[in-house]
């Protein structure tokens, strides 16, 4: 924390020290379609530091501009976004009345300063836009947790630090997730396997439901969660922030700094955020593992404490035709898994041990470490944008446990092996990616021509064995085009091509086992595990769409396929899976998944009503999944249940709805509602549904907005009252999760100080520490009741200073 200090202080004097010279003034009046005044829209220079908000009569001011052309966006609750470009010469410039519309609960596509293309070629499918201002208020244990509030969109939690992300039930290697346009690559298939993402480094973020595999290529095949830059500073600006987060639940304490500014065409930022939290809490004093009753200590889930330390520098030139920008980011957590639930038996866990400090963690743990590189450049030549990404990316995981010899494993470690006896698990993968466009314009054609390529090798160490080491190179071609056919009906479609390659590496056992005893002979050798394999795979896919927009309604459908090749795991798993003590098997024959899915978004908005509905039909004609068996494994665990990996064919369908009706000037009301409903057609499950398959929920709120006064602005009050409906439909092992409600409670304020505004945001969730089974939880399985009440205070200080021009 002492680093932190100083770098605070660091900033402020930094920030402090450039002389402020006016220059123009921008100012103007937010109105409604009525003409009436609307307070606090938040109105935003584009890829500059400058945020103002209107005020009570709805006028704005925005001082120090230069002579240039700016990018100004207009954002407000339950209003379409508006971007105006706006000349500054010689004088300063009165906008005027600016209208602002009720929102249709699509974002307008908007091409401003060399912004990247996937915005406009995912704008006719069913996605949300969250900026920092949204993950601030609902600020959760992670990125996924604070996204999960969304309709559709859902996680399985690992503890109160991890998570991984679930749209419209689908998970792991069928989600993308892009930082920065390059596709974020760890172990994402693992369950306890959260994602390496600083959520106090991320500018707006775009969240896909449903394919995009023409778009992102394999694994897109259920939604794709898009997580842009930060925006750039202006021209001789400093700017920075300063976010200090508490949590009651877990005692979590934390903070985030950063700063950047421009000299001309160079552009540069940095920012480290830390967070520390101890063991968190359960309105619940007992948990069965296995039918084994363990007692909690103070109702803490003991073991689950951990630390962050993410680290982050940038630096580029930019032009108006051109911009080339590095990004650099380290990611290191360590956090422990709850000690009675990971491969030990619950009754030789050394509570003491871990009963001692709520704060420290023990064995079994994680240790994670996830370096990223990125290059974003893009040049504008002619008709052409020409846009590319080329990364690099390192993640190292470590997974520490006590060694526990089942089977043929000797009862001691033998000192003798290279492989530490509490390094359980070891993946060291390194992936390097390039991304490669063409963007142009012919007649009312617009046309993206691009290329996607990428390069894994993933190496394993550790006592224990799951899946082997591999090598995998995987390319696609694809072309986009949308054809404005009238003012009001746009059509897009897009064809792609894939081709992959996976090399799975031999592994054979550090120990022997026995495999005959004839005539009192017994024959023992090193047993194969995983052989070597090599799989080629290939794929054309596909989508059409259109966009039908007329006066206060529009209509959005697709149609497309998608795929996804199968992933190390699901081809060649053949070892114990400790958190869930069971045997897993891959099937080297498995073919990729093939998916077919129609989208359609209905949105209506007048006055102070607006109205959205996506409903969705998916069919897969190869779903693979872990399918459970009669057998039961003697050679490497404790006579595990036998799961392996096959493939049937899968119907999902649903969608989400959005209703939101403005009471006055002041009260707002919305109601969020999702619905997923999946069943297997064919194979030994038929007429199962699909594992962590989220039950049908709605989510109303209620917010108060008040007109600004005195020194408080920016104030808000906000009550949301979750929903969830019994989930009856599981596949074994899966246990039934009852229903349940759940209240959380937002506010917050901003305080001037001079030009600078502090905002504070607090949280209440689960106010009344209701006591509850997520069905898509890690601890599902053993009957561990999500977090209790959990307070949680953000604090963040902006700072924007003008530097002088030279």
Same mark, same amino acid.
């Given at each position: 924390?002492?680093?932190?200090?100083?770098?605070?202080?660091?900033?402020?004097?930094?920030?402090?020290?450039?002389?402020?010279?006016?220059?123009?003034?921008?100012?103007?009046?937010?109105?409604?379609?009525?003409?009436?005044?609307?307070?606090?829209?938040?109105?935003?220079?584009?890829?500059?530091?400058?945020?103002?908000?209107?005020?009570?009569?709805?006028?704005?001011?925005?001082?120090?501009?230069?002579?240039?052309?700016?990018?100004?966006?207009?954002?407000?609750?339950?209003?379409?976004?508006?971007?105006?470009?706006?000349?500054?010469?010689?004088?300063?410039?009165?906008?005027?009345?600016?209208?602002?519309?009720?929102?249709?609960?699509?974002?307008?596509?908007?091409?401003?300063?060399?912004?990247?293309?996937?915005?406009?070629?995912?704008?006719?499918?069913?996605?949300?836009?969250?900026?920092?201002?949204?993950?601030?208020?609902?600020?959760?244990?992670?990125?996924?947790?604070?996204?999960?509030?969304?309709?559709?969109?859902?996680?399985?939690?690992?503890?109160?630090?991890?998570?991984?992300?679930?749209?419209?039930?689908?998970?792991?290697?069928?989600?993308?997730?892009?930082?920065?346009?390059?596709?974020?690559?760890?172990?994402?298939?693992?369950?306890?396997?959260?994602?390496?993402?600083?959520?106090?480094?991320?500018?707006?973020?775009?969240?896909?439901?449903?394919?995009?595999?023409?778009?992102?290529?394999?694994?897109?095949?259920?939604?794709?969660?898009?997580?842009?830059?930060?925006?750039?500073?202006?021209?001789?600006?400093?700017?920075?922030?300063?976010?200090?987060?508490?949590?009651?639940?877990?005692?979590?304490?934390?903070?985030?700094?950063?700063?950047?500014?421009?000299?001309?065409?160079?552009?540069?930022?940095?920012?480290?955020?830390?967070?520390?939290?101890?063991?968190?809490?359960?309105?619940?004093?007992?948990?069965?593992?296995?039918?084994?009753?363990?007692?909690?200590?103070?109702?803490?889930?003991?073991?689950t404490a951990g630390r962050e330390f993410n680290i982050h520098a940038n630096a580029g030139y930019v032009t108006d035709n051109f911009r080339s920008v590095f990004y650099m980011s380290r990611n290191s957590a360590q956090s422990g898994f709850f000690a009675n639930a990971h491969g030990l038996e619950p009754r030789r866990v050394d509570t003491d041990l871990h009963d001692a400090s709520s704060r420290d963690f023990q064995m079994p743990y994680q240790e994670v470490k996830h370096l990223k590189v990125i290059n974003r450049s893009s040049l504008s030549v002619g008709i052409h944008h020409l846009e590319m990404e080329a990364g690099f990316q390192h993640n190292f995981r470590q997974e520490y446990s006590m060694y526990v010899n089942h089977g043929y494993m000797p009862p001691i470690y033998p000192d003798t092996m290279k492989t530490p006896s509490d390094l359980e698990r070891q993946y060291d993968k390194r992936v390097y990616s390039l991304?490669?466009?063409?963007?142009?314009?012919?007649?009312?054609?617009?046309?993206?021509?691009?290329?996607?390529?990428?390069?894994?090798?993933?190496?394993?160490?550790?006592?224990?064995?799951?899946?082997?080491?591999?090598?995998?190179?995987?390319?696609?071609?694809?072309?986009?085009?949308?054809?404005?056919?009238?003012?009001?009906?746009?059509?897009?479609?897009?064809?792609?091509?894939?081709?992959?390659?996976?090399?799975?590496?031999?592994?054979?056992?550090?120990?022997?086992?026995?495999? @005959? +005893?004839?005539? $009192?002979?017994?024959?023992?050798?090193?047993? %194969?595990? &995983?052989?070597? /394999?090599?799989? !080629?795979?290939?794929?054309?896919?596909?989508?059409?769409?259109?966009?039908?927009?007329?006066?206060?309604?529009?209509?959005?459908?697709?149609?497309?396929?998608?795929?996804?090749?199968?992933?190390?795991?699901?081809?060649?798993?053949?070892?114990?899976?400790?958190?869930?003590?069971?045997?897993?098997?891959?099937?080297?024959?498995?073919?990729?998944?093939?998916?077919?899915?129609?989208?359609?978004?209905?949105?209506?908005?007048?006055?102070?009503?607006?109205?959205?509905?996506?409903?969705?039909?998916?069919?897969?004609?190869?779903?693979?999944?872990?399918?459970?068996?009669?057998?039961?494994?003697?050679?490497?665990?404790?006579?595990?249940?036998?799961?392996?990996?096959?493939?049937?064919?899968?119907?999902?369908?649903?969608?989400?709805?959005?209703?939101?009706?403005?009471? @006055? +000037?002041?009260? $707002?009301?919305?109601?969020?509602?999702?619905? %997923?409903? &999946?069943?297997? /057609?064919?194979? !030994?499950?038929?007429?199962?549904?699909?594992?962590?398959?989220?039950?049908?929920?709605?989510?109303?709120?209620?917010?108060?907005?008040?007109?600004?006064?005195?020194?408080?602005?920016?104030?808000?009050?906000?009550?949301?009252?979750?929903?969830?409906?019994?989930?009856?439909?599981?596949?074994?092992?899966?246990?039934?999760?009852?229903?349940?409600?759940?209240?959380?409670?937002?506010?917050?304020?901003?305080?001037?100080?001079?030009?600078?505004?502090?905002?504070?945001?607090?949280?209440?969730?689960?106010?009344?520490?209701?006591?509850?089974?997520?069905?898509?939880?890690?601890?599902?399985?053993?009957?561990?009741?999500?977090?209790?009440?959990?307070?949680?205070?953000?604090?963040?200080?902006?700072?924007?200073?003008?530097?002088?021009?030279?």
């Amino acid at each position: 924390m002492k680093r932190l200090t100083a770098l605070a202080f660091t900033i402020l004097i930094i920030s402090f020290t450039y002389a402020q010279d006016k220059r123009f003034t921008l100012s103007g009046t937010i109105v409604d379609t009525q003409g009436k005044a609307l307070s606090n829209v938040s109105i935003r220079v584009l890829s500059g530091g400058h945020t103002v908000q209107s005020n009570e009569e709805g006028k704005f001011c925005i001082k120090d501009l230069r002579p240039k052309i700016y990018a100004i966006a207009f954002s407000y609750l339950s209003f379409s976004s508006i971007t105006r470009k706006i000349e500054i010469k010689n004088s300063s410039v009165d906008l005027g009345n600016v209208v602002m519309t009720n929102a249709h609960y699509t974002i307008k596509e908007i091409d401003v300063l060399g912004e990247t293309y996937p915005t406009t070629l995912t704008g006719f499918l069913n996605r949300e836009i969250v900026d920092q201002q949204y993950i601030h208020k609902h600020l959760g244990g992670s990125l996924m947790q604070t996204l999960s509030r969304l309709p559709g969109i859902s996680n399985i939690g690992i503890g109160s630090g991890q998570s991984k992300p679930l749209i419209r039930g689908l998970g792991f290697n069928r989600i993308v997730v892009v930082e920065k346009g390059i596709k974020h690559e760890g172990q994402q298939w693992g369950v306890d396997h959260g994602l390496e993402i600083d959520q106090f480094a991320t500018g707006d973020i775009e969240v896909v439901k449903g394919a995009a595999s023409f778009l992102y290529g394999s694994d897109a095949i259920g939604g794709v969660i898009d997580i842009k830059p930060e925006a750039l500073p202006e021209k001789g600006t400093v700017s920075g922030s300063f976010d200090l987060i508490g949590k009651s639940n877990n005692a979590l304490y934390g903070s985030s700094a950063n700063i950047k500014g421009r000299i001309e065409n160079w552009v540069y930022g940095a920012r480290v955020t830390y967070q520390n939290y101890g063991d968190y809490r359960v309105p619940t004093d007992t948990v069965h593992v296995y039918d084994y009753p363990v007692r909690l200590d103070k109702q803490k889930a003991r073991n689950t404490a951990g630390r962050e330390f993410n680290i982050h520098a940038n630096a580029g030139y930019v032009t108006d035709n051109f911009r080339s920008v590095f990004y650099m980011s380290r990611n290191s957590a360590q956090s422990g898994f709850f000690a009675n639930a990971h491969g030990l038996e619950p009754r030789r866990v050394d509570t003491d041990l871990h009963d001692a400090s709520s704060r420290d963690f023990q064995m079994p743990y994680q240790e994670v470490k996830h370096l990223k590189v990125i290059n974003r450049s893009s040049l504008s030549v002619g008709i052409h944008h020409l846009e590319m990404e080329a990364g690099f990316q390192h993640n190292f995981r470590q997974e520490y446990s006590m060694y526990v010899n089942h089977g043929y494993m000797p009862p001691i470690y033998p000192d003798t092996m290279k492989t530490p006896s509490d390094l359980e698990r070891q993946y060291d993968k390194r992936v390097y990616s390039l991304n490669v466009r063409d963007r142009f314009s012919v007649g009312q054609h617009t046309f993206v021509a691009g290329f996607n390529g990428e390069y894994q090798n993933n190496a394993i160490d550790g006592w224990s064995f799951l899946i082997p080491g591999f090598r995998q190179y995987t390319g696609g071609a694809f072309l986009y085009d949308r054809y404005r056919l009238n003012e009001r009906v746009l059509l897009h479609g897009a064809l792609r091509y894939d081709h992959s390659h996976i090399e799975t590496v031999r592994y054979t056992d550090w120990f022997p086992s026995v495999v @005959s +005893e004839e005539n $009192r002979v017994t024959e023992t050798e090193h047993l %194969v595990r &995983a052989d070597n /394999l090599r799989r !080629s795979f290939n794929s054309l896919v596909w989508s059409v769409g259109s966009s039908y927009h007329v006066g206060d309604f529009s209509l959005n459908t697709n149609l497309g396929k998608s795929f996804r090749v199968p992933i190390a795991k699901e081809l060649a798993a053949n070892g114990v899976n400790y958190h869930y003590f069971s045997y897993e098997k891959g099937d080297p024959t498995l073919s990729p998944e093939q998916s077919y899915q129609l989208d359609i978004g209905i949105q209506y908005s007048r006055n102070r009503f607006s109205f959205g509905l996506h409903p969705f039909y998916n069919y897969f004609s190869n779903y693979i999944y872990l399918n459970p068996t009669p057998r039961h494994d003697h050679f490497y665990g404790s006579g595990n249940q036998v799961f392996e990996y096959t493939q049937s064919k899968v119907r999902r369908y649903g969608g989400e709805l959005k209703v939101n009706y403005r009471l @006055s +000037e002041s009260f $707002r009301t919305e109601l969020l509602a999702e619905y %997923v409903k &999946a069943k297997q /057609l064919s194979g !030994s499950k038929k007429g199962y549904t699909l594992p962590f398959s989220p039950p049908p929920s709605v989510l109303t709120n209620l917010s108060w907005q008040p007109r600004d006064t005195g020194i408080l602005k920016d104030t808000y009050l906000s009550i949301d009252l979750h929903l969830f409906a019994a989930q009856n439909e599981i596949v074994p092992p899966e246990k039934k999760t009852p229903g349940y409600g759940l209240v959380n409670i937002q506010t917050g304020h901003s305080l001037f100080i001079g030009c600078q505004p502090v905002t504070i945001n607090l949280q209440v969730q689960n106010l009344f520490d209701k006591k509850y089974m997520d069905h898509t939880s890690f601890y599902r399985l053993i009957e561990m009741p999500e977090m209790g009440r959990n307070i949680v205070l953000t604090l963040s200080l902006p700072l924007t200073i003008k530097n002088t021009d030279n």
